[in-house]
């Protein structure tokens, strides 16, 4: 089965004004899509088009070798969006018990977390992400990937992304990133990273 734009849980207006409406239907329905249209033209033909994305991302051998780079990205970039529209919602209610818990014995506490997410954030050199994930033994980490990386790859459980690519944040923010790391705290999906931590 093709991969196709996954349903949002909220309408494009309903981050506003963190993201407007013209921000979220420019990265949704134009970026986001484009990987997704890319993709299944990559997978068209090579018997690979029902695998999962994270099956395709952490198994590229069984991808053939001249498409690997462009399905890596192209899957990569689907679900890290993918990821990143589970981490925003309108009804940001603050962290839970088992997220100020972990946050606490992995930063200090949950303040000391969002700075130190938001510095490296802010700081990805060029394009890409900042994830907080979960490590096979457990314990947090704050984690930067470039362009199209993703912390599967690495065998890491993401719980939070923030989408640091420029297009993420241009139309309302335009080159201040460090602005937009800062507001997005505001509609964080702190039920979504309770769920999984
Ligand atoms: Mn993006």
């Given at each position: 089965?093709a991969?196709?734009?996954?349903?949002?849980?909220?309408?494009?207006?309903?981050?506003a004004?963190?993201?407007?409406?013209?921000?979220?239907?420019?990265h949704?329905?134009?970026?986001?899509?484009?990987?997704?249209?890319?993709?299944n033209?990559?997978?068209?033909?090579?018997?690979?088009?029902?695998?999962?994305?994270?099956?395709?991302?952490?198994?590229?051998?069984?991808?053939?070798?001249?498409?690997?780079?462009?399905?890596?990205?192209?899957?990569?970039?689907h679900?890290?969006?993918?990821?990143?529209?589970?981490?925003?919602?309108p009804k940001?209610?603050?962290?839970?018990?088992?997220?100020?818990?972990?946050?606490?014995?992995?930063f200090?506490?949950v303040?000391?977390?969002?700075?130190?997410?938001?510095?490296?954030?802010?700081?990805?050199?060029?394009s890409?992400?900042a994830?907080?994930?979960?490590?096979?033994?457990?314990?947090?980490?704050?984690?930067?990937t470039?362009?199209?990386?993703?912390?599967?790859t690495?065998?890491?459980?993401?719980?939070?992304?923030?989408d640091v690519?420029?297009?993420?944040?241009?139309?309302?923010y335009?080159?201040?990133?460090?602005?937009?790391?800062?507001?997005?705290?505001?509609?964080?999906?702190?039920?979504?990273?309770?769920?999984?931590?």
């Open positions: 089965m991969h196709s734009l996954p349903a949002l849980d909220w309408s494009l207006d309903a981050l004004p963190v993201l407007s409406t013209e921000q979220l239907d420019f949704y329905n134009k970026h986001h899509n484009t990987y997704i249209v890319n993709l033209k990559l997978l068209d033909g090579t018997g690979l088009e029902g695998e999962s994305l994270e099956s395709l991302i952490t198994n590229l051998a069984q991808v053939p070798e001249a498409k690997r780079t462009a399905v890596f990205n192209n899957a990569a970039q679900f890290n969006h993918s990821f990143y529209w589970k981490s925003l919602s940001s209610a603050g962290p839970g018990p088992k997220t100020i818990a972990a946050l606490t014995a992995g200090g506490s303040d000391d977390f969002k700075k130190q997410f938001s510095e490296k954030a802010v700081t990805v050199f060029g890409g992400w994830w907080l994930v979960k490590k096979a033994d457990g314990s947090l980490a704050i984690q930067q470039s362009n199209a990386g993703c912390p599967l690495d065998g890491n459980v993401p719980l939070l992304t923030f690519w420029e297009h993420a944040s241009s139309v309302d335009r080159n201040l990133r460090a602005k937009y790391c800062e507001e997005i705290w505001k509609i964080v999906n702190w039920e979504h990273i309770e769920s999984r931590v």
